[in-house]
């Protein structure tokens, strides 16, 4: 996936902004290139799982990406305290995102570190990430 370096620095501020509890937002582009982040709220507010609020989602994926002439790529969630590694609860959750590359920011280390992941079928795999 091609990503602007901006875009994962929004990312990154999300993440720190919502602590200590896991951030949550959407990405629209077109094909493996992203060009916007859309913030959404946590649902849950807690700091090891996270669901994107309904009206956010809703907002987001029938308005503000249409509107860009955007389609969804990525959905992006923090690790205030672990990996951007895909935990269990996040696999079972990929079920509802398929084809959606899922970008994980963890704050665990000194400095952010976000990875991308595909999703499916229980197993995750590693999205290269090519910072534009």
């Known amino acids: 996936m091609r990503i602007p370096a901006a875009l994962l620095e929004e990312i990154v501020a999300h993440a720190r902004e919502d602590l200590p509890n ?19 709220r946590n649902a849950f507010a807690d700091p ?6 309904p009206s956010d989602l809703f907002r987001v994926l029938e308005r503000e990406i249409p509107a860009a002439g955007e389609e969804l790529v990525a959905m992006y969630h923090s690790h205030p305290v672990s990996p951007a590694e895909p935990s269990q609860t996040d696999i079972n959750l990929s079920d509802n995102w398929p084809g959606t590359v899922w970008l994980i920011c963890s704050l665990a280390g000194d400095e952010a570190v976000v990875r991308g992941w595909s999703i499916s079928d229980g197993a995750a795999s590693e999205v290269e990430l090519a910072v534009l």
């Open 22 to 40: 896991e951030c949550c937002g959407l990405v629209g582009g077109m094909g493996d290139e992203a060009k916007s982040v859309y913030r959404t």
């Open 48 to 53: 090891m799982r996270f669901n994107i609020h």
